[in-house]
């Protein structure tokens, strides 16, 4: 596949992938072989469904418990923990596959379901299109083009960035920078993105008609259930206190399950000049940039929406999670055929330990030691 890039202040530049190979093409034909059959189809939609009737029940349950019931201290909390779960399982089950097609057939209903990443998580489903679809899943681990892997000057991802000083550390206080990540975005940062007109190297244009009514009108959705409503009931600190308290939850949740698919010591990395100088097949690269975690592990599956199976996220990111652990046999079998390198964690905490090595190895990596002589 070939892929282009441009940037308002950066130079257009292309970058390419090869298509095909023979193991994407025994793959996608076995995949095909098992979606093809309707029982299988009907009774995943089914699933899906079902989860989203669970996921905005505990929402809704636990946001009228806060709003009008006003439980109490400990009741409370107990409440905002629910409401906390009930908003990553539509972040993760809901949103994350309409928003990839996945959801419903057509693509307009796709992003009606999509627009609740608006409304109920705070960001533009708009932006988040471009930033994860275009520049997260066509330029896995590339420096400079994947988004979710710039973050410098705050901390080091990939080899071919930078070293800084205070890198050194960044194991230690990269958790707190994945707690504001959500505010970040809730606040203004995909905002920031259609203004630059740019994410990673990736274009994004101003949104118009009815894009920019969803972008504005969820804003507005969300700003009233998260902070107005409260604010008639509660005292503005215990509204300040309980909406970051909520974002903090949700964004470490949310940004460690992506990290630890893509910045752990098992993942490969690569810059466009590497991209140039060899060319390589687009679905290799996506599996060995990336790594199953806790695959064996039916509730982590069912609440992460899938997204502990990457790999198979990403070679068929228009295809329901609810598929992925049979589509990851399928995947796992045929990488082992073809002498392609698969990746699984197999426990969180394995997964957790990886990625806290690639933390502290890339915050060191270049960075001199002072000797001292005595």
Known sequence: MAARVSSVDAPRRKLSFDNGGDFIVETRREVEAYLASRRIRVAGHLQLYAKTVVAFALWAASWYSIVFIRPGVLLGLVSLGGLVLGTVLIGFCVQHDANHGAYFRTRRNNHL?????????????????????????????????????????????MPSQEPKPWYRLQHIYIWPLYSVMV???????????????????????????????GL????????AWAIVA??????????????IGFTMATSLITATTFQLAHCVEEASFTSAEELEAERR???????????????????????????????????????????????????????????????????????????????????????????EMG
């Open 230 to 243: 409260p604010l008639l009931v509660y005292p503005w600190w215990v509204v300040a206190a309980g909406y």
């Open 281 to 371: 097949i687009w679905a290799v690269h996506e599996v060995e940039t990336t790594v199953d975690f806790c695959p064996r592990n039916p509730v982590l599956t069912w609440m992460l929406g899938g997204l502990n199976y990457q790999i198979e996220h990403h070679l068929f990111p228009r295809v329901s999670h609810i598929h992925y652990p049979r589509i990851a046999e399928i995947v796992r079998r045929n990488a082992l055929k073809h002498g392609v390198r698969y990746t699984a964690q197999p426990t969180l905490w394995v997964a957790l330990r990886s990625h806290h090595r690639h933390l502290r190895r890339l915050g060191r990596l270049g960075v001199p030691v002072e000797i």
């Open 216 to 223: 504005l009108s969820g804003k507005a959705i969300f700003i």
């Open 113 to 157: 379901m999509g627009w609740t990443a608006d409304a109920m998580l705070g960001f533009s489903s708009y932006a988040w299109r471009v930033k994860h679809n275009v520049a997260h899943h066509t330029y896995t681990n590339v420096d400079g083009y994947d988004d979710d892997i710039s973050q410098t000057p705050f901390a080091r991802l």
């Open 183 to 213: 505010i970040r975005w809730q606040t203004g940062a995909d905002i920031a993105a259609l203004v630059r007109r740019r994410i990673g190297r990736s274009t994004v244009r101003m949104p118009r008609r009815w894009d920019l009514a």
